[in-house]
């Protein structure tokens, strides 16, 4: 849960991690619109159901047609932030 609210933290440009910018997790789900859900015992944020996660990976072209970049910008700027933890 830690390591999501993170790397959404992370801003489009930045280089750094900004703790005020931690959302909550009642935030992300709520921005989210129903479609996750939070599971209290693991911690873990997943998708409501599997056919969602098959809408994403049918149509992510359409709808994140920079993810790999903006994903690798987020991994870079979280383990060079936290890597010494």
Known sequence: MLELRRVLAIEAGSREL????L???EE?????AGLVTVDE???VIRLVHHRTQ???ERDS???FSN???NITNAC???LSTFSVE
């Open 61 to 63: 072209e359409e709808w």
């Open 41 to 43: 015992a693991s911690g």
């Open 18 to 21: 900004d703790d005020q910018n």
């Open 28 to 32: 992300i789900v709520s921005v989210c």
């Open 67 to 69: 993810v790999e970049a």
């Open 54 to 56: 098959e809408y994403f």
């Open 76 to 78: 870079t700027i979280y």
């Open 23 to 25: 959302p909550r997790v």
